[in-house]
């Protein structure tokens, strides 16, 4: 649950089943929790990525800060400038993206908002895999990223932050403007015991990159984004109430080369506005009980503008079908919820949703409205001091498909001893057709795609479980270790394929079943001035034409990629400095593949590994520097040796990965009167 409050939330005074004597057991996690509770008494397996170690990474986006977590894989859209997640072998569709615990709206299947969302105001970012369909509804089926920003501090304070950072796009670069990417980023935050207001403004402005591309053209699109947040919190005895308002401001172009015989050029300006408002409110009317209440408000559109521009320079629209389009999506979201504590061993968490979606567009057929409302509960049971079960439910109605009536969730965590916990939950989850899956409407020279509105949710059954290992808690060694598996399987996963009643047209169906399973191995070192992260993963995806052996031959039921990560932080405390390594390594991805439905290929994407390099040092009471490599081993684009080479957005040929190896540096300062 999202809990945020004054941003000082505590866990309770029976949080933690034995004493704690290692900090990043004491840490306040709140994501799927029905009240702030520490990592170490929550039943969920929860990552988090704390400000710090956000700060270090030199971030001017959240791909930055998540590309080298295990797990997590991004997949680049040249032909669209975008960019997606993947989250245990699933794609960005099965991700639930939160702000503060309010789910972010996207166009459709891929998460566009995670790169909308301004790095500068983030205080922590937490992770939780597997299903999360009970808390926090659609989409949460491989997981769900929580974005927590930040809230201030108690007191009176008057606080002003900036940055400025450049940084280079492989080797291109052109101070303050054009080639590279530039940050400036400046905020204010007033309090008192009472009452908060704060600002900030970021402006992201990314030149592209050449690439192997010649003329006009880039193999990576320019980006000049904006983002502008502000708030207000006001705070009583035993209630607190806050807005926040989120907008971004963002134009990618796709510039095309001139004819040779005309000497047109024909551009496109893919152009974004969000719109996100936020009220958050907390009551507390005595120690057992606790109710909130959250609502949202979103306006998000991204309209394609396609213009022609002569020899001489004069731009004019372009009328080819098709070229101009702008499709707008709101959505209105409330939950409600109510925390009770009746004992020691037995808390209650009663909650309902509603949300309000509305589409228009040229791509969009009429303007579709979708209403679901929804009633989870989830009580907490304690068995003595060693066990706590959480068991959930969530009923579902949606008024425009046959929406899953019951969705289940059980979650445990087992106290072993005082160095060791184990995990263990199932869940069903689900996701909703997107509107857009639903009522899409594109046709021009080379689309022809209809929504279906006779889809059906996707669902899921998903298992896991953690093994949580203190090896060592002293003041100055920490040491422990987290062995996890789990084992998903969706059904009527959503696809693309051609549509039964007209061969020449193309549509959305449910034609998928989709598993996906894996282990993971973290070990974690607090060592004096060194912070050590070093894990592993092994994640298996599902290979469809395993299940018809008379046809295609005996095949492998899973295809298996490896991942291996490493954190390390090094503080000279003294000279106010430090030197930071990020890295993981992402292992070849493979799928079968058929291009006719009679011969099989094992296609393959190759490893490659992928490190950031940064050090930092103070620069008196207010400022820091901060530089370092990007994409130290210099990858561009991974080779592919798929054969689907039909359409822009097809999966063969080079898979783009990034701009090739970066050099930055950056300024911040931070002021402070209490």
Same mark, same amino acid.
């Given at each position: 649950?999202?809990?945020?409050?004054?941003?000082?939330?505590?866990? /309770?005074?029976?949080?933690?089943?034995?004493?704690?004597?290692?900090?990043?057991?004491?840490?306040?996690?709140?994501?799927?929790?029905?009240?702030?509770?520490?990592?170490?008494?929550?039943?969920?397996?929860?990552?988090?990525?704390?400000?710090?170690?956000?700060?270090?990474?030199?971030?001017?986006?959240?791909?930055?800060?998540?590309?080298?977590?295990?797990?997590?894989?991004?997949?680049?859209?040249?032909?669209?400038?975008?960019?997606?997640?993947?989250?245990?072998?699933?794609?960005?569709?099965?991700?639930?993206?939160?702000?503060?615990?309010?789910?972010?709206?996207?166009?459709? =299947?891929?998460?566009?908002?995670?790169?909308?969302?301004?790095?500068?105001?983030?205080?922590?970012?937490?992770?939780?895999?597997?299903?999360?369909?009970?808390?926090? /509804?659609?989409?949460?089926?491989?997981?769900?990223?929580?974005?927590?920003?930040?809230?201030?501090?108690?007191?009176?304070?008057?606080?002003?932050?900036? @940055?400025?950072?450049?940084?280079?796009?492989?080797?291109?670069?052109?101070?303050?403007?054009?080639?590279?990417?530039?940050?400036?980023?400046?905020?204010?935050?007033?309090?008192?015991?009472?009452?908060?207001?704060?600002?900030?403004?970021? @402006?992201?402005?990314?030149?592209?990159?050449?690439?192997?591309?010649?003329?006009?053209?880039?193999?990576?699109?320019?980006?000049?984004?904006?983002?502008?947040?502000?708030?207000?919190?006001?705070?009583?005895?035993?209630?607190?109430?806050?807005?926040?308002?989120?907008?971004?401001?963002?134009?990618?172009?796709?510039?095309?080369?001139?004819?040779?015989?005309?000497?047109?050029?024909?551009?496109?300006?893919?152009?974004?506005? @969000?719109?996100?408002?936020?009220?958050?409110?907390?009551? @507390?009317?005595?120690?057992?009980?606790?109710?909130?209440?959250?609502?949202?408000?979103?306006?998000?559109?991204?309209?394609?503008?396609?213009?022609?521009?002569?020899?001489?320079?004069?731009?004019?629209?372009?009328?080819?079908?098709?070229?101009?389009?702008?499709?707008?999506?709101?959505?209105?979201?409330?939950?409600?919820?109510?925390?009770?504590?009746?004992?020691?061993?037995?808390?209650?968490?009663?909650?309902?949703?509603?949300?309000?979606?509305?589409?228009?567009?040229?791509?969009?057929?009429?303007?579709?409205?979708?209403?679901?409302?929804?009633?989870?509960?989830?009580?907490?049971?304690?068995?003595?001091?060693?066990?706590?079960?959480?068991?959930?439910?969530?009923?579902?109605?949606?008024?425009?498909?046959?929406?899953?009536?019951?969705?289940?969730?059980?979650?445990?965590?087992?106290?072993? =001893?005082? =160095?060791?916990?184990?995990?263990?939950?199932?869940?069903?989850?689900?996701?909703?057709?997107?509107?857009?899956?639903?009522?899409?409407?594109?046709?021009?020279?080379?689309?022809?795609?209809?929504?279906?509105?006779?889809?059906?949710?996707?669902?899921?059954?998903?298992?896991?479980?953690?093994?949580?290992?203190?090896?060592?808690?002293?003041?100055?060694?920490?040491?422990? $270790?987290?062995?996890?598996?789990?084992?998903?399987?969706?059904?009527?996963?959503?696809?693309?394929?051609?549509?039964?009643?007209?061969?020449?047209?193309?549509?959305?169906?449910?034609?998928?079943?989709?598993?996906?399973?894996?282990?993971?191995?973290?070990?974690?070192?607090?060592?004096?001035?060194?912070?050590?992260?070093?894990?592993?993963?092994?994640?298996?995806?599902?290979?469809?034409?395993?299940?018809?052996?008379?046809?295609?031959?005996?095949?492998?039921?899973?295809?298996? =990629?490896?991942?291996?990560?490493?954190?390390?932080?090094?503080?000279?405390?003294?000279?106010?400095?430090?030197?930071?390594?990020?890295?993981?390594?992402?292992?070849?991805?493979?799928?079968?593949?058929?291009?006719?439905?009679?011969?099989?290929?094992?296609?393959?994407?190759?490893?490659?590994?992928?490190?950031?390099?940064?050090?930092?040092?103070?620069?008196?009471?207010?400022? $820091?520097?901060?530089? /370092?490599?990007?994409?130290?081993?210099?990858?561009?684009?991974?080779?592919?040796?798929?054969?689907?080479?039909?359409?822009?957005?097809?999966?063969?040929?080079?898979?783009?990965?990034?701009?090739?190896?970066?050099?930055?540096?950056?300024? $911040?300062?931070?002021?402070?009167?209490?």
């Amino acid at each position: 649950m999202a809990q945020e409050g004054n941003g000082t939330t505590t866990p /309770g005074k029976d949080s933690a089943v034995l004493p704690d004597t290692a900090h990043s057991l004491n840490e306040v996690v709140i994501t799927g929790q029905s009240e702030p509770q520490s990592l170490r008494n929550s039943v969920y397996q929860v990552r988090t990525i704390d400000s710090e170690r956000i700060r270090l990474r030199g971030a001017t986006n959240l791909q930055t800060i998540l590309n080298t977590e295990l797990g997590i894989r991004f997949s680049n859209d040249l032909t669209l400038g975008t960019s997606d997640i993947q989250l245990m072998g699933m794609s960005g569709q099965g991700v639930k993206i939160l702000l503060d615990g309010i789910p972010m709206v996207d166009r459709g =299947s891929t998460r566009e908002s995670l790169g909308q969302i301004d790095i500068n105001t983030i205080e922590r970012i937490e992770i939780v895999e597997g299903p999360m369909s009970v808390m926090y /509804g659609t989409d949460a089926l491989a997981g769900v990223i929580n974005i927590i920003t930040k809230k201030g501090h108690s007191g009176n304070s008057l606080s002003v932050n900036a @940055r400025i950072q450049e940084e280079t796009a492989g080797d291109e670069y052109d101070a303050l403007t054009q080639k590279g990417t530039h940050n400036q980023g400046v905020g204010l935050t007033w309090q008192n015991e009472h009452l908060q207001f704060s600002g900030n403004v970021t @402006r992201n402005d990314f030149g592209g990159w050449q690439g192997a591309s010649t003329g006009r053209e880039k193999d990576w699109m320019p980006k000049d984004q904006m983002l502008y947040t502000a708030g207000t919190r006001i705070t009583g005895k035993r209630w607190n109430l806050w807005y926040r308002f989120n907008g971004a401001d963002e134009t990618i172009k796709d510039l095309g080369n001139r004819n040779p015989n005309t000497g047109i050029a024909s551009d496109q300006d893919y152009i974004t506005k @969000r719109w996100f408002h936020q009220v958050q409110s907390e009551i @507390r009317p005595n120690e057992k009980l606790s109710m909130t209440a959250v609502g949202s408000y979103t306006d998000y559109s991204r309209r394609t503008l396609s213009t022609n521009i002569d020899i001489n320079d004069h731009r004019t629209l372009s009328l080819e079908p098709g070229s101009q389009d702008k499709s707008i999506f709101k959505t209105a979201f409330f939950r409600g919820t109510a925390f009770y504590k009746a004992g020691d061993n037995l808390s209650i968490l009663v909650g309902v949703d509603f949300s309000n979606n509305n589409a228009s567009g040229a791509r969009i057929n009429s303007s579709p409205t979708i209403n679901e409302y929804a009633l989870f509960l989830a009580p907490e049971i304690r068995f003595g001091q060693f066990f706590k079960l959480t068991p959930g439910l969530r009923f579902l109605k949606n008024s425009v498909y046959d929406a899953p009536p019951v969705i289940p969730s059980l979650n445990g965590k087992l106290t072993l =001893s005082k =160095s060791l916990d184990f995990r263990f939950g199932y869940a069903r989850g689900f996701r909703s057709p997107a509107l857009r899956e639903l009522y899409f409407d594109f046709h021009d020279a080379s689309h022809s795609i209809n929504g279906n509105v006779n889809l059906k949710a996707e669902y899921s059954n998903s298992f896991n479980s953690f093994l949580v290992w203190q090896a060592v808690s002293r003041e100055v060694l920490r040491i422990s $270790s987290t062995l996890g598996g789990f084992y998903n399987i969706f059904h009527d996963l959503i696809d693309t394929g051609i549509d039964p009643n007209d061969r020449t047209q193309t549509t959305y169906l449910n034609i998928h079943l989709f598993k996906t399973t894996g282990f993971s191995l973290e070990n974690k070192l607090f060592w004096k001035n060194l912070q050590a992260t070093v894990g592993a993963t092994y994640i298996g995806r599902y290979n469809e034409f395993s299940e018809t052996p008379e046809d295609f031959g005996p095949l492998p039921e899973f295809v298996w =990629s490896a991942e291996i990560n490493a954190n390390l932080l090094y503080t000279f405390k003294k000279a106010g400095a430090s030197i930071n390594l990020f890295y993981k390594y992402s292992g070849k991805r493979p799928v079968y593949e058929t291009t006719d439905q009679v011969n099989i290929h094992l296609a393959e994407t190759e490893g490659f590994h992928m490190a950031d390099l940064t050090a930092s040092k103070t620069l008196g009471k207010y400022v $820091s520097l901060l530089g /370092g490599i990007k994409n130290v081993f210099d990858v561009t684009n991974l080779r592919n040796t798929s054969t689907d080479t039909g359409g822009a957005h097809s999966t063969g040929g080079p898979v783009p990965m990034s701009f090739g190896r970066s050099y930055f540096l950056g300024l $911040s300062f931070q002021w402070t009167k209490h």
